[in-house]
């Protein structure tokens, strides 16, 4: 009896150690039990049930048969006669379940029961345990979460994120980032996988989900939904682009986004380690989305070309490299935000935008649509203006 009470703690303590389930701690141990019976006492074809008292940790064996015609008795190990079924259950019934208890009276059953019921219990219990794992992380994907670094193996940084370890690969890693042990870090979780090593986490610190879930937590206007980001191209550690789009009146999404003196991007971006964020006035105008999306640069008209789904960006020579960007980083960024191929030339350079137009779009009036272009443009860069200065003029106080 005292193997049994000792038995019965160790399943609480299984309880309260692994945040599993009672009932399926107690599931495990009875097929456990089961699996044991069978190895010594049962035959081929038997169907073994255990019930296990979690009270006094004593176990109760039963064998399960299907109650059958006396003339039609194929298989002993699964079938009971009708006739032997009524004399311990007057309601026994062909086609319905026939209970017999087997528990063995062998005091070498408990002992051998235990050993073979100890493996696994430990098996199922590590299977049970990954699962609740798996579960918990599963509904985190898509999610910012906190770690810890808990060792660095040549390029990969394992992340110590509670009750599992994450992996943040060199290729989720942001440039330029260096890692250390027992560095509390933000991860982005972006995969979890439950292979036969139990559940396995992909980390991202360059995740453009990384940065949609930042601005989430950071802009309330967004977490509400009265702001919506209708899309994100980002080029890790370097710049990114976001466009927004309010879908209420009177709500200004660019300026939600950035805050009162910029503390909303300006968090943003420590948590980035410095990286460039361009936040772009989304519209369904294709021609003004482009123009919106080569901010800082100001774009004077854009030619759209639907069927190549190419765009022609028309800007000043002055404006040409800050168009382009360094190694062309700003236009290519640009036109993954959109999904539309933009070239950008001088304007009055008429042979590059006729080399690729019909005459009817070469000739097309653009004069409206190129005042609300340059009025875009000239707002964004004010904002973005703005926001330098005071930045500037707050640091001057700070240090006067």
């Known amino acids: 009896m005292e193997e049994e009470l000792n038995f019965g703690t160790a399943v609480e303590q299984l309880i309260a150690e692994k945040g599993i389930s009672k009932e399926k701690v107690l599931e495990t141990i009875e097929a456990a039990l089961a699996a044991a019976y069978r190895k010594d006492y049962g035959e081929r074809g038997q169907d073994i049930r255990a019930e296990f008292n979690e009270d006094d940790g004593s176990a109760r064996v039963f064998k399960v048969m299907t109650v059958t015609a ?18 311990n259950d007057k309601e026994a019934e062909v086609g319905k379940e026939y209970v017999e208890e087997v528990t063995p009276d062998d005091p070498h059953y408990g002992r051998v029961a235990a050993q073979t ?30 770690g810890i670094v808990q060792r660095i193996e040549g ?14 690969f060199p290729s989720e890693q ?29 980390l991202s610190r360059s995740h453009p989900g990384m940065l949609r879930r930042l601005f989430e937590l950071e802009v309330p206007e967004i977490f509400a939904g009265s702001v919506e980001i209708k899309g994100i191209a980002r080029e890790a550690a370097e710049r990114s682009k976001v ?15 950035i805050g009162q003196r910029g503390t909303r991007i300006q968090t943003i971006i420590a948590e980035l380690s410095g990286e460039k964020i361009d936040i ?55 036109a993954k935000l959109t999904g539309w191929r933009i070239d950008i030339v001088k304007a009055g350079n008429e042979e590059a935008v006729e080399a690729g137009a019909s005459p009817e779009e070469a000739d097309a009036p653009k004069t409206e649509t190129e005042q609300e272009i340059k009025k875009e443009a000239t707002v964004t860069e004010e904002k973005a203006e703005e926001a330098v200065e005071e930045d500037v003029s707050e640091d001057s106080e700070k240090k006067s």
């Not at 008795?73 to 009524?86: C, D, F, H, T, Y």
């Not at 042990?181 to 991860?187: D, L």
């Not at 466009?243 to 986004?257: F, L, M």
């Open 117 to 146: 019921a100890k493996q696994v219990i430990i098996q199922r219990i590590r299977e049970a345990e990954r699962e609740a794992v798996f579960e918990e992380y599963k509904d985190k994907e898509g999610e910012i979460i906190s």
């Open 174 to 202: 942001v440039r330029g980032e260096r890692y250390r042990v027992n560095q509390r870090i933000r991860v982005y979780v972006v995969k979890v996988e439950l292979s036969s090593r139990g559940p396995e986490i992909l």
């Open 243 to 257: 466009a927004v789009w309010a879908k209420e009146e009177g709500i200004d999404p660019v300026g939600a986004c």
């Open 280 to 334: 772009i006035q989304w519209d369904e105008d294709p021609a003004r989305y482009v123009a919106n999306s080569l901010s800082p640069a100001r774009v004077i008209a854009v030619d759209i070309f639907e069927g190549e789904k190419r765009a022609v960006a028309h800007v000043d020579e002055m404006q040409l490299s800050l168009a382009i960007g360094k190694r062309g980083q700003n236009v290519r960024l640009a």
């Open 155 to 168: 390029d990969m940084v394992f992340v110590d994120i509670g009750r599992t370890t994450g992996i943040l």
């Open 70 to 87: 006396d003339e039609e008795i194929e298989n002993l190990a699964a079938q009971v006669a009708l006739s032997e079924a009524k004399k």
